[in-house]
């Protein structure tokens, strides 16, 4: 695996007509990639961990599903899903609906309070991740980002 600095050249480049890139220690940036990903999953927004905000936001991006192709995408063990089912259902984040022709079978499909929570998250994560963007030193790079999600935001 690599590590250590990586400059921003491509293969080939002699680097004689523009300046070289600043290096970006890889590992460094890994870590504190994984680091923010934890921060703004950490939050239990309406009772939601984020196994279950990863499973209602997987209905809500491919449709109704149903619940073995939802346990399949997710990657976990049917009957832990059919608990994390219940759990959704019960907050009405999501409904089952019955399959026409399939007595046994039902889909799982996410209702408009299962939408508004997800919005909410959204905004909210957005809004986390401007504020920590903002406080890091003043890097062009990081001033660009931020601009973009404040616009987005607005």
Known sequence: MPQGSVTGRRPGDTGEDAPPAPAIDVARLRVAIARLSRWLRRHELAGLTPTRL????????????RLGDLAAAEK????????????????????????PG??????????????????????QSMILLADRLQSMTSDPLVDRAVAQLAGKLQ
Do not use: F, K, N, Q
């Open 54 to 65: 990863s499973a209602l936001s997987t209905v809500d991006r491919m449709g109704p599903l």
């Open 76 to 99: 976990i063990a049917p009957s832990t899903l059919t608990r994390l089912v219940t759990v959704l259902e019960e907050s009405g984040y999501v409904e089952r609906c019955p399959v």
């Open 102 to 123: 399939d007595a046994r079978a039902s889909t799982l499909t996410i209702t408009p309070a299962g939408h508004e929570v997800l919005e909410r998250i959204r905004e």
